[in-house]
């Protein structure tokens, strides 16, 4: 067992069949409608932007939950050395197919394997949210392992106190997933414990596709 293993979410098996159910829908909506195109969201593609201006010269960068890659396509090209991740094999098919010029693999955020001080960058772009509370700490670390010092790692989030229990999703499509809110003074401090130092943060109010979110950019302390 590796030093830094992290426990495996009791419903991830579960939580990966309902991405893979609405996988296509979703892919779909944001080729025809937009939704998660940060260019069409001014206070996202400045977060975005200034993340890729801060680590263009850091080295590899990695999205993690990348879902169709629309981000990590973004940031491929602004020129960085970037790849996606994602829990859901449908999510990656449908990101191959739509940015066949970036490199995508499946993977868990808790199942992650990183080198120590192996990363420039990165992303936990509304990905988290469904981890457990008592396991989004452990994955803050290994992110926090595995930035180089003066790398960074930015991330957004629903904001609110309580768990709530999505049945379906993008259409109707049945899914059985926890979505996990954060107040951005415990999102940040959780970020702190992990041996992050954050640099900037943008609180977002709610808009037509849901509540108000939080963008924490934080950096590994040289």
Known sequence: MRAHQIDRPADLDVVRESYDRVADNYAHMVATTGMGDIR???WLKASIDAFADTVSELGPVLDVGCGPGTVTAY???RGLDVSGVD???RMIENARRLHPECRFSVSSATDLDLGE???GGVLGWWSLFNLPRDVLPQVLALFARAL???G???TGTHVGDEDALRTEAYGG????WTTHKWQPEQFVDLIEQAGLRPVAEVRLPPNE???PSVVVMAERPA
């Open 148 to 150: 180089k010092p003066g």
């Open 152 to 154: 960074h790692f930015i």
């Open 40 to 42: 069409r969201h001014p």
């Open 209 to 211: 596709h849901s509540g």
């Open 117 to 119: 001080a192996s990363l």
């Open 75 to 77: 940031l491929a090209e």
């Open 87 to 89: 829990l859901s094999p």
């Open 173 to 176: 499509v049945p899914v059985r």
